[in-house]
């Protein structure tokens, strides 16, 4: 199985800045992709980024030209981030960090806070 922690939510004002991480353990080698996904009240979970081991990303086209997904591989560590600029009241939500995995269900962290208000 592979466990994720992710931090880095909070509260900021519209127009700022937040960056989110993602730390995988457990069978990291069986990850194939990682992802951010979010959740506002009353609405379903929905792909924000996703990133393959091999490096290429997909956006929501609600965040693109805004957020911008990466991930740092080590034969021990496997972190996924998640720059977000420019937020505005409609990123409020929990964000999920997801895996992809070989052989293996996917993955969830317990979601982290980002609320963007004044």
């Known amino acids: 199985q592979v466990q994720l922690v992710e931090s880095g939510g909070g509260l900021v004002q519209p127009g700022g800045s937040l960056r989110l991480s993602c730390t995988a353990s457990?069978?990291?080698?069986?990850?194939?992709?990682m992802g951010w996904y979010r959740q506002a009240p009353g609405k379903q979970r929905r792909l924000v980024a996703t990133i393959t081991n091999g490096g290429l990303t997909t956006y929501a086209d609600s965040v693109k030209g805004r957020f911008t997904i990466s991930r740092e591989i080590t034969d021990t560590k496997n972190i996924v981030y998640l720059q977000m600029n420019s937020l505005n009241s409609d990123d409020t939500a929990v964000y999920y960090c997801?895996?992809?995995?070989?052989?293996?269900?996917?993955?969830w962290g317990q979601g982290t806070q980002v609320t963007v208000s004044s």
């Open positions: 997801n895996t992809q995995n070989w052989d293996i269900p996917p993955s």
């Open positions: 457990g069978s990291i080698f069986k990850i194939t992709a």
